[in-house]
């Protein structure tokens, strides 16, 4: 995988983030705030929109959304687009995120909806359904949901190789997706042609499947967008 690398970066690192959840826990006990939606409305909502198309609650789909954060794209599924809350599971590396989460579940009456304390790189999320703890399979997930946690990712420590974090990413998401699952992600930090280049690889199984379109603005003489949503799928062998 030929990423873009990114020099090391607090946001980047757990004790940043563990940080932000701790005041945004403490905020949200003392006034009810939810804390911010990453990336704005905008994108959550197209992200939304790109999964009630492509992925529709009547087919009762696993979605895992990889750095849940506050849990706002799991809940606008489930409020908005009635993806069943038994079949949604959110997990962050920061455990106050997850009890936040968990308490804005349980306010909002979605507390059937999992959160779980889970480090995305180094182990496994929660079996959810039935169907996950029967045949005991990884790769069972319907679809994989990232957004901005790969470009946090990409800010941390290198390691003893000098190897970024995210190298080892796309495989990660392509050993948790069924074959034919989706993996939708949208980052602030990579183009759309090098989520491609960093995706769809033969050690992940991910091809390309399609992305969300933004408002386009010119600067140097280049055309870009604010963010990039792509869509991939897992190849069916």
Not at 176 to 184: A, I, V, Y
Request: hydrophobic share 35%; with cysteine; net charge negative.
């Amino acid at each position: 995988m030929n990423a873009i690398e990114f020099e090391s970066s607090k946001l980047g690192s757990k004790e940043h983030w563990d940080s932000v959840y701790a005041r945004e826990l403490a905020s949200f006990r003392e006034i009810g705030d939810e804390g911010e939606i990453w990336f704005g409305e905008e994108s959550m909502y197209k992200m939304v929109q790109w999964t009630a198309e492509h992925i529709p609650y009547s087919d009762d789909p696993t979605i895992l959304e990889i750095g849940s954060g506050n849990g706002t794209l799991l809940f606008t599924l489930h409020e908005e687009e009635h993806y069943s809350p038994k079949r949604l599971c959110g997990i962050d590396y920061s455990s106050d995120a997850v009890e936040l989460a968990k308490s804005i579940a349980l306010q909002r009456g979605a507390q059937e909806i999992i959160f779980d304390t889970c480090d995305f790189l180094m182990q496994d999320p929660p079996s959810i359904s039935q169907e996950h703890q029967s045949s005991r399979r990884i790769d069972s997930w319907d679809l994989l949901l990232d957004k901005g946690t790969y470009d946090a990712i990409a800010l941390g420590e290198k390691d003893e190789l000098g190897r970024p974090p995210v190298f080892q990413y796309p495989s990660r998401v392509g050993r948790l997706l069924k074959p034919g699952g989706f993996f939708l992600i949208t980052s602030c930090n990579f183009t759309e042609e090098e989520l491609k280049t960093n995706f769809a690889t033969q050690d992940s199984g991910l091809v390309y499947h399609s992305s969300i379109k933004y408002p386009t603005f010119t600067f140097g003489g280049q055309n870009g967008a604010k963010y990039s949503s792509v869509a991939f799928q897992k190849i069916t062998r």
